[in-house]
Every structure is written in C-alpha cells, then in structure tokens.
C-alpha cells in the first residue's frame, strides 16, 4: 500500500467525483500508529496529547519538542495515512514566519505531510504563507481548545448568530488561503452544514454532525481510555476496564507468587 497524498485527501469532498468520507483518527505512538494506519486515511498527531499522553490540564502547555517526538514516532508506525502533526500553541501565532520555522522543524523531523493549526480569519495568512513555501496545512475552527482560556471552556460554539457566522467566515477565509482541510470542532449540526457547503475543501468534523466531509476522534476517547467524555464521542471499546482488570490479575499474581510461572522461567540447560 502505498502512503496517500495531501491532494489525494483534498479530493474527498463529498459531492465530488469519487468522494469517500475522510477517516480521521488521532496517533501519539509507533505501536499505536501501526494498529490504527490501514484503517484510516489520515493520521493526527494532535496536540491533545497533552491531556491524554501528559495528563496537562490543557493543549496550552504542549511544546513543539513533544509534538516533533511523537510526530517521528507515528510516521516511523504509519505507512499508509497521511500523517499530520498540530502545531502547538505558542508555536504559530506571532507571525508567519515563526510558524514557518515551527512547521519546518516539524516536517523536518518528523517526515509528516503536513500541519494543523487552530483559528479562523487572524490565521488565514499565516496558512498563505505556509502553503506557497511548500507546508501543507490543516485548519481548525469553532471549538479551539488552545483558546480556551479565551473561551472559558469547551462548550459547543456557534449558537449565537453571530458566532455561526464568525466561524462560517473562518472557514472560508482558511479556504480561500489554500487550507487542503478544515476540521470543524463542537458546533451545531446546520453550521457545519454551512461550513462544508461554503468552502473547497473537504471539512473533518469532531462534534460537528455527519454532515462533514470526513470525520476525527480522539482514540483514546473512543476506545474507553477515560471515564468522562465529550457526547460527540462513540465508545467502540472499553479498555480502560480490559487495562485495569489485567493490572488487578497481575497484581494478585505477583502477591500469591504464582507469577511467574514455569513457561515463564530460565533454567540451566
Ligand atoms: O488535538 C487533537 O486531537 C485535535 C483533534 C481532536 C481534531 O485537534
Ligand atoms: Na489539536
């Protein structure tokens, strides 16, 4: 199997000629990377490592030392997605040319495809700026989670007129800057409707509704890694029980010396 393509990717608008909704699931590691790749058309490094991997509070605290280690460890698993690493926060925002050199290091490192970052029309040159100099991007709108110090938390966006239309007019100006994706984040079903029809390329939504042009979880969220989680999450598994009621066998094991056992054991020859 050879690896897909930005413009491969970019194709799969629904409506198009030969669109196929965009399976999109978050990597943070070799192995995990490895299970997930045939399945999936693009794989994000995302930033919500922090939380899941790190256990920060936020996405704010994320570095781009951690992005780049995990983005190196999930091409060297992958070799069929396209492989998509988050810019941190604090890595893009002064100016195109930090997030050049951000995004450069990045791909560097890392061999990704390309980049994702958060927000709307304020970031529209910077994507610009990437893109003619040969760094694909994704964009990110609606439910930000590097500003939710702004936002005061992650309640779905877009309820008021207003803010539906702000982020309708992100979308398009991250279209127009040559954006190849938008995920769209925790809004209202008719604005991501609003959203897909308004722009290019394809959209990806998270708590977006089915009606995006593709769609991305968290894996550890899907898998049943943490007790709470956002509604827009399906729960395909629950191994957060699987992990634990394992930990607790060994444990017993381990006290009642029945681990290890003979298989288990070198002997003299
Ligand atoms: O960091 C992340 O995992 C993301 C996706 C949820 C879109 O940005
Ligand atoms: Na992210």
Redesign the pocket.
Known sequence: MKRLTVPAIRKRKVGGATAEPIVML?AYTARQAQLLDAHCDVL?V???LGQVIYGLPS?VQVTLDMMAAHGAAVVRGSYHSVVIV?MPFGSYEASPQQAFESASRLLKETGCAGV?L?GGEAMAPTVEFLVKRGIPVIG?VGLT??AVNVLGGYNARGRSHAEAQKIVTDAVALDAAGAFAI?IEGVVEPIAIDVTKAVTCPTIGIGASAQCDGQVLVTEDMLGMFERVPRFVRRYEEIADTISAAAERYATDVRARTFPGIEQTYQPK
Request: proline fraction near 8%; glycine fraction near 8%; charged fraction near 30%.
């Open positions: 978050t994000l995302g930033d919500s996405s988050d994702k958060e990110h989670p590097q995920v």
